[in-house]
């Protein structure tokens, strides 16, 4: 509604708009003022769980170094800490602002040149803690089993978004998918077994979200167990006769077979940690681990008076889980979970109001990636799996580590902007008309697709 009026004595006619847009503004003007208030904006939650995960961090990691503290430079474990946390904010601003269907664009590409980095590690890399799986590039040390857990994600989500159907996901998009799993997860397995687990866990999850029969779920985890039994059997055909007891106390760690390190992780594991049993290399992060635990109590002792991080082995990275419990508690470690578990909830409140499949596969895929990693560093940490390497996400020093996951919530970031994820038919048009033609298959599951049946 407007209304008219004259000025005196100049003749001039102006139009006043009762909604509070400027005086005489042009329509194209007001189009643009429109545009920009109805701009989609990333969603808050994820934002504020990326944020104090990140607080988080900074604080527990600089408790959890000191072994790494010299004298003069006691910051120095934080400073670098601090470049890749900064780096992994900039990245998430740059991943939230593009939109989610460029990702399927270039799924391929990147889980090709990921698993490049991934075989290249596994033949020339270098050793960290007993493993060959990291590359030294220009100074710095990547990671490729870090990189390539996310790409498969990416590239999963692709696979099913494409082979979308109301029924659940076809069989060309099972085959597809279980071949990139099980491909990627054969040459992860001399990284790292816990990785391969993961993936195929992570693999198993997306699977499920897309509305796969409980009889093709069934046929996938038999492939997955059969193929794991027969990379089994060639790797460890070659241990027969090797000096290990009853309980897998004996272990000699190899770059190019880490088979009796795993036989002696899951022995030990085993016949658990008793209070009569010496300190030695096999157990010294189990108990250190349980001690620190045990120090926290229910409220914890506090922020930086954790006893056990000068102790406790790799306390910044694989077991800083134990050192956030021992300074805050049973209480704070409880938070924690409840964050993580929070973030997966929320992207699958986003998932299930998405039009598309691929956007609710990304997002759930990326989520259930970071919940699954952090879900299994806690596991370990508190004696519920066999010690193995698994960082704590975006809270564990590691540079690829950070990085990777930063990226992955920069993912989920675009996701909750550019995806419809409401009723209104113009917006899901329009979203089509930015999607590749074979990256538009509905999300049946959605409550929008239902809507508007």
């Known amino acids: 509604m407007e209304t008219s009026k004259n000025i005196s004595g100049q003749g001039i006619k102006i139009k006043e708009s009762l909604d509070g847009v400027a005086v005489g503004q042009s329509s194209r003007t007001r189009a643009a003022t429109v545009q920009a208030s109805e701009r989609p904006k990333p969603d808050t939650y994820i934002w504020g769980i990326y944020i104090m995960l990140l607080m988080i961090s900074v604080i527990e990691l600089f408790s959890a170094s000191s072994a790494e503290v010299s004298g003069t430079n006691v910051y120095m474990p934080l400073i670098r800490h601090g470049i890749f946390l900064v780096l992994g904010l900039g990245l998430v601003l740059v991943l939230q602002n593009i939109h989610y269907g460029y990702y399927s664009r270039f799924a391929w590409f990147l889980a090709l040149i990921s698993f490049f980095l991934l075989l290249i590690s596994n033949f020339i890399g270098i050793e960290i803690n007993g493993a060959q799986r990291a590359i030294n590039v220009a100074g710095f040390t990547i990671q490729p089993a870090e990189i390539v857990k996310l790409t498969v994600v990416v590239l999963l989500a692709t696979i099913l978004g494409r082979h979308q159907q109301p029924r659940g996901v076809s069989n060309q998009g099972m085959i597809e998918a279980a071949i990139v799993v099980v491909v990627f997860g054969g040459c992860l397995w001399k990284n790292g077994l816990t990785n391969t687990i993961?993936?195929?866990?992570?693999?198993?999850?997306?699977?499920?979200?897309?509305?796969?029969?409980?009889?093709?779920?069934?046929?996938?985890?038999?492939?997955?167990?059969?193929?794991?039994?027969?990379?089994?059997?060639?790797?460890?055909?070659?241990?027969?006769?090797?000096?290990?007891?009853?309980?897998?106390?004996?272990?000699?760690?190899?770059?190019?077979?880490?088979?009796?390190?795993?036989?002696?992780?899951?022995?030990?594991?085993?016949?658990?940690?008793?209070?009569?049993?010496?300190?030695?290399?096999?157990?010294?992060?189990?108990?250190?681990?349980?001690?620190?635990?045990?120090?926290?109590?229910?409220?914890?002792?506090?922020?930086?008076?954790?006893?056990?991080?000068?102790?406790?082995?790799?306390?910044?990275?694989?077991?800083?889980?134990?050192?956030?419990?021992?300074?805050?508690?049973?209480?704070?470690?409880?938070?924690?979970?409840?964050?993580?578990?929070?973030?997966?909830?929320?992207?699958?409140?986003?998932?299930?109001?998405?039009?598309?499949?691929?956007?609710?596969?990304?997002?759930?895929?990326?989520?259930?990636?970071?919940?699954?990693?952090?879900?299994?560093?806690?596991?370990?940490?508190?004696?519920?799996?066999?010690?193995?390497?698994?960082?704590?996400?975006?809270?564990?020093?590691?540079?690829?580590?950070?990085?990777?996951?930063?990226?992955?919530?920069?993912?989920m970031l675009s996701v909750s902007r550019f995806a419809v994820t409401s009723g209104n038919k113009n917006a899901i048009k329009q979203e089509l008309d930015e999607l590749p033609e074979d990256m538009q298959a509905a999300n049946f599951s959605g409550q929008i697709n239902e809507a508007t049946k």
């Open 198 to 411: 993961l993936l195929f866990g992570v693999s198993l999850s997306m699977f499920l979200i897309g509305g796969m029969k409980w009889k093709k779920f069934a046929m996938i985890v038999g492939i997955y167990i059969l193929c794991g039994g027969v990379l089994y059997v060639m790797k460890y055909q070659n241990d027969k006769g090797s000096e290990f007891d009853t309980i897998g106390k004996t272990e000699i760690v190899s770059s190019n077979d880490r088979s009796k390190t795993h036989i002696g992780r899951v022995g030990r594991f085993i016949a658990g940690v008793h209070p009569n049993d010496p300190i030695d290399d096999y157990n010294r992060q189990v108990v250190f681990a349980k001690i620190s635990q045990a120090n926290g109590g229910i409220f914890g002792q506090g922020p930086g008076n954790s006893r056990e991080s000068s102790r406790l082995p790799l306390a910044f990275s694989d077991y800083i889980y134990s050192i956030i419990v021992e300074d805050t508690g049973l209480v704070g470690g409880i938070i924690l979970l409840v964050i993580y578990l929070f973030l997966l909830a929320r992207a699958g409140r986003i998932a299930y109001k998405c039009s598309r499949a691929f956007p609710a596969f990304l997002i759930m895929g990326c989520a259930v990636l970071i919940v699954f990693q952090a879900l299994v560093h806690m596991a370990i940490v508190t004696g519920l799996f066999p010690v193995s390497g698994q960082p704590l996400p975006l809270i564990s020093k590691g540079g690829t580590s950070v990085l990777v996951m930063s990226a992955a919530i920069g993912i």
